[in-house]
């Protein structure tokens, strides 16, 4: 990888660490439980709870890609960044810029 497309990698990666902060305090507040004074219809609480687990699904979700992404960044300059873990081969640039979080490349993630 050179150090221009590393630059850039670790823009992205801090670009979408500041998206996943953003995208998880809405999701937070999604996440809130629905209080019993609401008076709202039984299916309109019922829908309103599936959209409370839906949206604390995507909650975790979002915490482990920040979690990935956070790690991504803080080994970035490291010599072994970039390099599969399974397979020892370098991850191509375009995998790393669409998921900067990868540490497989496509061939060792498929199996």
Known sequence: MTSSERAALKTKI??????????MKGLEEMAKPISPENS???VSRMDAINNKSVAEAAL???KQ???KLKIALSKI?????????????PI???RLMYMPEST???RCADR
């Open 14 to 23: 801090s670009e979408a660490i500041a998206e996943m902060h953003e995208k």
């Open 40 to 42: 709202i219809g039984r």
């Open 60 to 62: 975790r979700s979002a």
């Open 65 to 67: 890609k920040l979690s």
């Open 77 to 89: 300059d490291s010599p072994e960044f970039g390099i599969c873990v399974f397979c020892k081969n």
């Open 92 to 94: 191509p640039a375009a």
């Open 104 to 106: 497989r490349c496509v």
